[in-house]
């Protein structure tokens, strides 16, 4: 028997994980995978994915929507929703503010779809002005999209307005909830979503993998209504639902252990309580805001519109865009993100998600940047972002 | 903060896994996936794709291909190939001998190909032949496909004829390896393959969840020269294997826990030896079909072409196929799997492949039949079975 040297091999370096995900992910959910194997069309698993799908309904708000996890990661569960709903030359009006409604317009012009897209600044909200605008010119528009925490952008974009044009024009509204979900409330039901996905590696604290997604009786019925087949069969939403569903008719076999890991931190999240939660992340958001103002460094996303689980800033002064993130990675064991698109080369990003938005990691970055800008000839008053920090952290 | 009870919750029961897949996980490999959370595009975890990718290599026997593993099941690298490779209105010739077979078709039919279905006996490989007289009426066909392992009937396909008709015709040649990849030889190079999937729950002995694949560089080419984008972009193949080759370019988050899972599999069956797993494979197989037929029940899968990974049989008389699964499921905790397609209702299958090819699960099995039978009025001679296996695992 051959023996493979374990020194050949690279080893797994503690990280802090400030990035755009994955997150920091809890002992608990780690633990869940290390589980004995089980068949995905055992009755015990069944009922594993009914507990699932139920916890979904919580984090998504809904009591209507059919819930599951899709194979794949979050662009899996983005493709799914336009690859399903989507037939060749259907009319789609894509309400685009940053890279991952850019990443929805490429998948939905894939599909031969007749796509509108519209355009407005990144760092802002979308205004809902521009859909309504555009919505009346069209006859027969089968779907609005936009996303709801655009990565990008650190934006939190208000759904309503644009989920009530949809409807007034007998649209479905779908929405990418990959950096929402379990760190900001995501009204399905109320707001009236149609088609919802996520990913586990953001707020919900879990390796990434899988799609959690939720979708209305109206979606599910226009896919059964469709003329032709969607050109994926594997995500094939009609197909998907029917296993998730009570039928549980085999598709394909479920990543058994990835659905273990996911319902462990639906648990954790529901114990926390989904306000107790989002109260977190805006605390410990607002805490490293204040830390990074102290040390001059310019927060990008619109006031009054900023996400707590990404915070995206200029980048300090004469330290190069890759550089420094690295800097941040070997020295400090800090991994943060660098910017996308329009962005890139302008700013990096904070990710304060799930496990990984502590008050701890934020005093972690704040000190590694009061170490780091100086060297750059950065000027600081030392101990500055930590102390505007604390200050927050302790007023609460 | 809600205290969810852990009664609520379904528990995970111990099972001996001899269905279609998932099979037992070594603890190594799952012990792999509780290190902590590394980001995708981590230096350090680069270094650990590259590992990966070579470690297919070595299963997949090619030196020249570029090996990934894609981030969904089985099904999701079927899907890869045929969604990129396939533009609309492309020939495709497709040998189906089996129920995944008719996925392949299923598949390609929605991207909009000219599918050419060439389809012969369940139970049997498929004869070259075939290929050879339907191939010469086309022009320009462009893809040749075929499974390897026919996880439905329990069929190994030998590919050495089909790949080289399919060379003459300037045809690509793609192959399914879910059920070969290490339990039986899958020669990319020397056979000529230009694109094989596989998934991670069979024969690497990993959770479900990824696609390990290969791909030529003539068919990398094929993608990069199309007219028309592929419809997926989440399973096409040019943007991940430039994810997975020199550029590491950002395509989607790498689902970074499994890919941690899959490289300790990998390790595991260098360290094994793939002769010495193979062999091994050979042997529990052939001990369970004596098992078998010491109890008066038939291999339906051709002789001289048996897949040790699966072995499909009648379902003994008296017998119903699901109450009788149910039985060794919940009294003997030990799943089998049933008939697919045109099997269905009429053979169960056992699945012996990676941690669960060992002989105690193989007299396991038996014994558990050896009770179930005479129940239900098949009248065997008590621990026939039991002996007929014994002495093939001990003469080697």
Wanted: hydrophobic residues 40%; contains cysteine.
């Amino acid at each position: 028997m051959q023996q493979v040297p374990e020194t050949k091999f690279q080893t797994i370096p503690p990280r802090i994980l400030l990035g755009p995900g994955p997150m920091m992910v809890p002992p608990r959910v780690l633990q869940a995978m290390v589980n004995p194997m089980i068949g995905y069309l055992d009755p015990d698993f069944i009922s594993i994915m009914e507990e699932v799908s139920d916890l979904l309904k919580i984090v998504y708000s809904t009591k209507s929507a059919t819930t599951m996890a899709l194979s794949g990661t979050g662009s899996a569960g983005m493709e799914a929703g336009l690859n399903s709903i989507l037939e060749p030359n259907d009319v789609v009006v894509m309400c685009i503010h940053g890279f991952f409604c850019e990443r929805q317009f490429e998948m939905a012009t894939r599909v031969g779809a007749n796509v509108i897209p519209l355009r407005s600044d990144w760092g802002k909200p979308f205004p809902p002005d521009l859909l309504e605008k555009e919505i009346k010119k069209h006859k027969n528009v089968k779907l609005v999209t936009t996303v709801q925490a655009e990565t990008s952008t650190g934006i939190l974009q208000p759904l309503e307005d644009l989920s009530k044009i949809a409807k007034n024009h007998d649209a479905l509204f779908m929405v990418d909830a990959v950096t929402s979900l379990g760190a900001n409330p995501v009204e399905f039901d109320s707001v009236g979503i149609d088609y919802a996905y996520s990913a586990t590696q953001k707020g919900l604290a879990c390796p990434p993998g899988l799609s959690p997604a939720a979708i209305s009786n109206n979606a599910l019925n226009a896919i059964k209504n469709r003329q032709t087949k969607p050109s994926s069969w594997y995500l094939d939403l009609g197909l998907i639902s029917d296993y998730w569903g009570d039928a549980h008719t085999y598709h394909h076999t479920a990543p058994v252990t990835m659905i273990l890991a996911l319902r462990e931190s639906l648990k954790i999240i529901v114990e926390e309580g989904l306000q107790n939660r989002f109260d977190r992340h805006n605390l410990n958001a607002s805490a490293l805001r204040a830390g990074l103002e102290a040390l001059g460094l310019t927060v990008v996303s619109q006031n009054g519109y900023r996400l707590s689980q990404i915070t995206p800033f200029t980048i300090p002064k004469n330290i190069d865009c890759v550089e420094g993130r690295k800097i941040l990675l070997r020295e400090f064991g800090i991994e943060i993100g660098r910017g996308l698109g329009e962005f890139a080369e302008k700013v990096w990003r904070v990710g304060l998600m799930g496990e990984s938005s502590k008050p701890e990691y934020v005093l972690n970055l704040l000190a590694a940047l009061e170490k780091l800008l100086p060297r750059y000839g950065n000027e600081i008053e030392p101990g500055s972002a930590l102390s505007a920090a604390s200050r927050i952290l302790s007023d609460n």
